[in-house]
Nanobody, 117 residues
Framework: VQLLESGGGLVQAGGSLRLSCAAS????????MRWYRQPPGKEREWVAT????????DYTDSVKGRFSISRDRANKQLYLQMNSLKPEDTATYYC???????????WGQGTQVTVSS
């Protein structure tokens, strides 16, 4: 599975961005799709998860009510709608797919999001 993020950019505080992650390869056995981010000078952190069975979602506390994760039914596209952006949301955002069974993980190359105050 290869993943390619897009949709990052520069936005003012309070603005919105929609990130996309396009997957190629066999994705029928993907059981979870996630977004992570890595702020400048900090470690990568988990942002949100959507499970392919049932579509249940989870979010880190700092983005609850502002971000929304979604996917297409073919597990080929993952999205992150980001509203009410804050400067502390500035980071490189990565998508991550987890395969069932061995739990193999796949990562995209990242897309930069910069929120100006």
């Amino acid at each position: 599975v290869q993943l390619l993020e897009s949709g990052g950019g520069l936005v003012q505080a309070g603005g919105s961005l929609r990130l996309s992650c396009a997957a190629s390869g066999f994705t029928n056995d993907i059981y979870a799709m996630r977004w992570y981010r890595q702020p400048p000078g900090k470690e990568r952190e988990w942002v949100a998860t959507i499970r392919t069975a049932g579509g249940t979602t989870d979010y880190t506390d700092s983005v609850k009510g502002r971000f929304s994760i979604s996917r297409d039914r073919a597990n080929k596209q993952l999205y992150l709608q980001m509203n009410s952006l804050k400067p502390e949301d500035t980071a490189t955002y990565y998508c991550n797919f987890v395969r069932a069974g061995w739990g193999t993980q796949y990562w995209g190359q990242g897309t930069q999001v910069t929120v100006s105050s």
